[in-house]
């Protein structure tokens, strides 16, 4: 079965996650909000709790398929905080 790491499990990825559970997907989830850890297990998600500025797992990364769903805000103080966040993931 493919395992599907999702990077951001909020309004955008956390419908996403749910849909591809029910298709039978492993599905891993990420939030940077500790309180949602227990509901992203109940759903059935591996949780995993990531701050970009910090290490990330690198288990979260063994999957398949990598999305991210990392929306840009409009309350960015710095529009480059958003590009920023992408390059580490790259790197």
Not at 6 to 33: D, I, N, Q, R
């Amino acid at each position: 079965m493919e395992t599907i790491s999702l990077l951001g499990c909020g309004f955008l990825g956390f419908p996403l996650a749910l849909k591809l559970c029910k298709k039978g997907y492993y599905v891993k989830g990420s939030t940077t909000t500790p309180s949602k850890l227990k509901k992203l297990k109940k759903t059935g998600i591996i949780p995993y709790l990531i701050n970009l500025d910090k290490v990330i797992p690198a288990e979260f990364f063994e999957a398949d398929i990598l999305v991210l769903t990392l929306p840009y805000k409009k309350t960015f103080s710095d529009p480059k905080y958003y590009n920023t966040d992408q390059a580490l993931l790259i790197d």
